[in-house]
């Protein structure tokens, strides 16, 4: 008797971006506004980091919302409707609370039925792990289209006295409609993570720790720890430097893409001097040009490479059609770079 065999579940041959859509805070908090809590200059956030001013979140300008708002413009520049979204994926390190995922309530939302939907912890590294994950559905024959989400409100999770954080972090969606393809739209994903290093981008306690010792369990007074996140800056600049180069070089050669013929460079805004690294180690022409989104929007971390993709498409710097190498790194330490077509 021969074995029975399972039919094999067969996808689009590519996937491509379709449309990407970014939501930005109202709240514009200049560097002006970080020096009433912070011993530093405006001098000094601009040179060390590029960031002049970032966004923080309203208490209305939720996870969620952030998210349907960003999803909204994605889903309508892909000129598909919420029905046809076969996979919702959500990549946060700031919704607080952990179950159920966001995700489900976003998809929900937005009105994409019953897909599946689900959040992942990826950091800045967050939206190339989920473009990543949407190819493979979408090759697998597991979905047609699906919304990869970034969203953070990192405002919740900075400490105001943190001189060497309280100016970096912001807070925003970016999202994007990935769906098949007639030609390839995604290159190869050079991903990965390095656990060793999980102490240099981390919370400062986890969230039963930091409950344990609020007052309101032991009632001995102790004070509660809010979890803020910290980072010990130079060894993730180092990092992100050296390594991060390399790794974006890979997924150019794995692509057949030289640098020469990107219409675009989207790392993640993490800092501008590392943008400045990155652009000398891969020998950019000076053609190319490179996401800056940094100085109006601080580090959002998972939303960072959307929303500088929505902004360099808005402002016609880069252009449908072309190729954009994205890179994205941090808390993990975790990575994720590949060549994509701009939608
Ligand atoms: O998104 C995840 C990935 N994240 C990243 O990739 C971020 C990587 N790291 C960085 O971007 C940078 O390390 C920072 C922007 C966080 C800091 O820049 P840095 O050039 O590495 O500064 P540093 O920590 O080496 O400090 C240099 C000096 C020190 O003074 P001395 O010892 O040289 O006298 C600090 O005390 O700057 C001082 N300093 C400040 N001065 C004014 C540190 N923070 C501040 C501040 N304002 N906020």
Redesign the pocket.
């Known amino acids: 008797m021969t074995k029975p065999q399972i039919r094999p579940a067969t996808g689009a041959q590519y996937s491509r971006i379709h449309g990407v859509g970014g939501y930005r805070p109202v709240r514009v908090i200049p560097n002006a506004e970080v020096l009433e809590w912070?011993?530093?200059?405006d001098e000094?956030?601009r040179t060390?980091?590029g960031i002049a001013e970032r966004r923080w979140a309203g208490p209305e300008e939720s996870v969620a919302e952030m998210s349907v708002q960003a999803a909204g413009k994605a889903i309508a520049q892909a000129g598909i409707s919420p029905e046809q979204i076969g996979g919702v994926i959500v990549a946060t390190v700031s919704h607080l609370k952990q179950t159920p995922a966001i995700a489900t309530q976003i998809a929900e939302r937005l009105g994409c039925g019953n897909a599946p939907a689900f959040d992942i912890s990826a950091?800045?590294a967050g939206f190339g792990y989920g473009l990543g994950l949407a190819d493979g559905m979408i090759r697998g024959g597991n979905a047609e289209y699906v919304l990869v989400i970034g969203v953070e409100r990192l405002s919740d999770l900075t400490d105001k006295s943190d001189?060497?954080?309280?100016?970096?972090f912001g807070d925003g969606a970016g999202a994007a409609i990935v769906g098949p393809s007639d030609t390839p739209g995604i290159g190869k994903l050079i991903w990965g993570s390095d656990g060793s290093q999980a102490d240099v981008?981390t919370q400062t306690e986890a969230w039963d720790t930091a409950f344990a010792k609020s007052d309101a369990v032991n009632g001995v007074g102790e004070e509660t720890k809010w979890p803020y996140l910290r980072?010990d800056?130079?060894p993730?600049?180092r990092w992100?430097v050296w390594e991060m180069a390399k790794v974006a070089q890979q997924a150019l050669d794995a692509a057949g893409v030289t640098a020469d013929q990107l219409g675009a460079f989207i790392p993640?805004q993490?800092?501008m001097?590392?943008t400045d690294a990155m652009i000398k180690a891969l020998k950019l022409p000076e053609s190319v040009p490179v996401a800056r989104d940094i100085a109006e929007t601080g580090?959002t971390?998972a939303a960072?490479i959307p929303l500088a993709m929505e902004r360099m498409l808005e402002t016609g710097e880069a252009h449908s059609g072309d190729l954009a190498l994205i890179i994205g790194?941090?808390?993990g330490l975790v990575y994720a770079a590949a060549v994509v077509t701009l939608p």
């Open positions: 912070i011993d530093s200059s000094w956030i060390r980091s950091a800045c001189r060497s954080t309280a100016f970096i981008i980072m800056g130079q993730v600049f992100a993640h993490a800092n001097r590392i580090n971390s960072s790194f941090g808390a």
